[in-house]
T-cell receptor
Framework: AQKVTQAQTEISVVEKEDVTLDCVYE???????LFWYKQPPSGELVFLIR??????QNEISGRYSWNFQKSTSSFNFTITASQVVDSAVYFC?????????????FGKGTKLSVKP | DTGVSQNPRHKITKRGQNVTFRCDPI?????LYWYRQTLGQGPEFLTY????????KSRLLSDRFSAERPKGSFSTLEIQRTEQGDSAMYLC??????????FGDGTRLSIL
């Protein structure tokens, strides 16, 4: 069965702190994609990143970085020097593109509050 | 490049009524997805179109739900005989082939 677990329901930090959002996934497929989406209070899901299962290289984009480890089935997301505008719900998602049509399986999300 | 557009943004209706939502995907995106999101949960997949063909339906999509994409462009999602449990945010997403999905703002359905 495919499953995405985001164990942290809510996280609160003070501006400029670093914060890591955890994501653990389960899948039987060898070919799959992992995603992170941001959902600000306005409601629209904003795509942040996609990684395929064959690329374990970590990625950095500005203050955002992602750590993909197949050995622990984890795809964690770190925000460095957090800002108030980072406050949102963050979703990790899995797509088994190899076998299905690519519908996303989401975790329950982690609500991040960044206080000034 | 305009984003995914959903209408209406908010729908309030009485239990037992039928409702229809519309989604206009990003132009040239051949794939269109519908998801449902309840409070405190992640989106759950409902159904998926490639062009005008509905290729996959979740078991969450009961007989009261029907989705169409008649010309491979916009899509509609209809819920018949609405129930209290249908209250949720209905999200539409589109993508070009297997590229990442881009989501609309959603339609929030409230059942009185």
């Amino acid at each position: 069965a495919q499953k995405v677990t985001q164990a942290q329901t809510e996280i609160s930090v003070v501006e400029k702190e670093d914060v890591t959002l955890d994501c653990v996934y389960e899948t039987r497929d060898t070919t799959y994609y992992l995603f992170w989406y941001k959902q600000p209070p306005s409601g629209e899901l904003v795509f942040l990143i996609r990684r395929n299962s064959f690329d374990e290289q970590n990625e950095i984009s500005g203050r955002y970085s992602w750590n993909f480890q197949k050995s622990t089935s984890s795809f964690n997301f770190t925000i460095t020097a957090s800002q108030v505008v980072d406050s949102a719900v963050y979703f990790c998602a899995l797509s088994e593109e190899g076998g299905s049509q690519g519908n996303l399986i989401f975790g329950k999300g982690t609500k991040l509050s960044v206080k000034p | 490049d305009t984003g995914v557009s959903q209408n209406p943004r908010h729908k309030i209706t009485k239990r037992g009524q039928n409702v229809t939502f519309r989604c206009d995907p990003i132009s040239e995106h051949n794939r269109l997805y519908w998801y449902r999101q309840t409070l405190g949960q992640g989106p759950e997949f409902l159904t998926y179109f490639q062009n005008e063909a509905q290729l996959e339906k979740s078991r969450l999509l009961s007989d009261r739900f029907s989705a169409e994409r008649p010309k491979g462009s916009f899509s509609t999602l209809e819920i018949q005989r609405t129930e209290q449990g249908d209250s949720a945010m209905y999200l539409c997403a589109s993508s070009l082939q297997s590229q990442p999905q881009h989501f609309g703002d959603g339609t929030r359905l409230s059942i009185l």
